[in-house]
């Protein structure tokens, strides 16, 4: 029998957890316990595993996930987010291999890596994160040989629909279960969208700065058909308030108007404004 590789490449934190426990519903697929990259730790998780230019001897990797895999079964099925930026090597070592290519909405991406990475990194290098995966999904999709894409959000919303793409897609897998209750993170839950939950986590002065970088890529917002949200009017002059005072404050220049107390009120004006706008802000997704 012929093996098929299908290689799932969705960025971290943006739900190919969740689509391969969905995947692995199919008694005619294959998958590890882990990400593929964990079972050769010493050539795929290091610390330059993001490195695009990182030389990766796939002969032995082939060899070790072999092991791992039950031949037996017609689809070969791994995930390790960083492979989407290596997608044309895959392709080249793992022939008639096939992709199944995701992308998240940036807010609750942006959300859900800072709560997992931590306060090492901030919104503004998380949110070039996402600009960066998103541009080399795209160029999977427009350059890879067999692919089919989906967002997230159409995933979470519309699981029966996207799993017979998914079907049309692989025929060999038959058949796939989205009704179930899947394990991710610890929690069972039945297929849900927690953009809303996690995006409301975010402050309008965390949004003001994933907004700075997204602003800078339109066109990969309207690839995957994303808006921005808007940042209350207040909370920005807060920003440019902010920014002048510390400037004038180093220059050794602060006018007397603008002393600690008078900023200290400032500032939590524009909390309170921000809370207020939070609450009442929603997004709509497409």
């Known amino acids: 029998m012929e093996n098929k590789y299908l290689f799932v490449l969705c ?18 697929a294959s998958a590890f316990n882990v990400e593929g990259q964990g079972l050769v730790k010493s050539i795929l998780f290091t610390k330059d595993r993001w490195n695009p230019g990182k030389i990766i001897p796939w002969d032995i990797v082939k060899e070790k996930w072999a092991e791992k895999w039950d ?3 017609p689809i070969l099925l791994e ?6 930026i290596r997608a044309k090597q895959l392709e080249r070592h793992f022939p008639g291999s096939h992709f199944i290519i995701m992308m998240r909405n940036p807010y609750a991406f942006c959300e859900g890596v800072k709560r997992r990475w931590g306060k090492n990194y901030t919104y503004r290098n998380i949110a070039k994160f996402w600009a960066i995966c998103a541009g080399y999904q795209i160029d999977n999709i427009e350059n890879l040989n067999n692919t089919r894409w989906f967002r997230y959000e159409d ?22 279960s989205p009704e179930k209750k899947f394990d991710v993170f610890e929690k069972s839950l039945p297929i849900t969208n ?3 939950q996690q995006i409301s986590n ?16 339109p066109k990969f917002l309207a690839f995957f058909n994303y808006q921005y949200i808007d940042v209350p009017g207040k909370t920005i002059k807060f920003k440019i ?30 909390d309170s404004q921000s809370r207020k706008n939070e609450t009442n802000n929603k997004t709509h997704f497409h």
């Open 11 to 28: 960025p971290p934190a943006s739900g190919s957890t969740l689509l391969q426990k969905i995947l692995r519903t199919s008694p005619h």
């Open 194 to 196: 927690l953009n809303q």
């Open 202 to 217: 975010l402050s309008s002065d965390d949004i003001f700065e994933i907004n700075r970088v997204l602003k800078r890529y």
């Open 79 to 84: 995930k390790s987010p960083p492979h989407l």
């Open 155 to 176: 995933l979470t919303t519309s699981p029966g629909t996207v799993c017979k793409q998914i079907i049309d897609f692989i025929p060999q897998l038959e058949k796939l």
């Open 71 to 73: 031949l037996a079964k």
């Open 241 to 270: 308030a902010k920014s002048i005072y510390w400037w004038l404050r180093s220059l050794n220049r602060l006018p007397e108007p603008l002393r600690w107390n008078n900023w200290k009120n400032l500032n939590n004006t524009g």
